[in-house]
């Protein structure tokens, strides 16, 4: 059996095999082609077409997005994302999830995915939140019931 592993790491592994802290035998088994990607910082042009396509990829549980504010983008370009690509595409469906109207998403948006601070973050406001839960929820087929009572959170 002929097998190929593509891995990726966040740190340097070859300082990491020299401080004997990653095993050396499993660093040139791994090492065979080398890869790297830039950082999303170091790329922002990419920022608008990477939300559009993280929208189309969630468009069937949430509705369709045809439009991004160039001021979100331009917003955007300041932040640094330091889960990279996999960061924004969270940011993305947490604003898709909480987006009750329209079909552009703006820095209001982002905001409230946020929670207001401008800095990502991955909980939700059960009560801010309900309008667009409900909304949600009835597009997961009525998964969702209640108003989470039932589930520990809420009231």
């Known amino acids: 059996m002929d097998v190929r592993i593509l891995s990726a790491c966040n740190r340097p592994l070859l300082p990491l095999v020299q401080q004997n802290r990653f095993r ?3 660093y040139h088994r791994l090492n065979v082609v080398k890869l790297n990607l830039l950082p999303l910082r170091e790329h922002p042009h990419d920022l608008a077409a990477l939300i559009l396509e993280f929208a189309r990829r969630h468009s069937h549980v949430y509705s369709g997005i045809a439009c991004i504010d160039p001021a979100l983008v331009q917003y955007l370009t300041q932040q640094p994302f330091e889960g990279n690509v996999r960061e924004l595409e969270h940011a993305v469906e947490r604003m898709l999830f909480s987006k009750t109207q329209g079909s552009t998403l703006d820095l209001s948006d982002w905001m409230a995915q946020c929670g207001g601070g401008g800095r990502s973050v991955a909980r939700l406001d059960w009560r801010g939140g309900r309008p667009a839960i409900e909304r949600n929820a009835r597009t ?12 520990g959170q809420g009231d």
């Open 24 to 26: 050396a035998d499993l």
């Open 140 to 151: 997961w087929n009525g998964l969702w019931k209640g108003d989470g009572r039932d589930r």
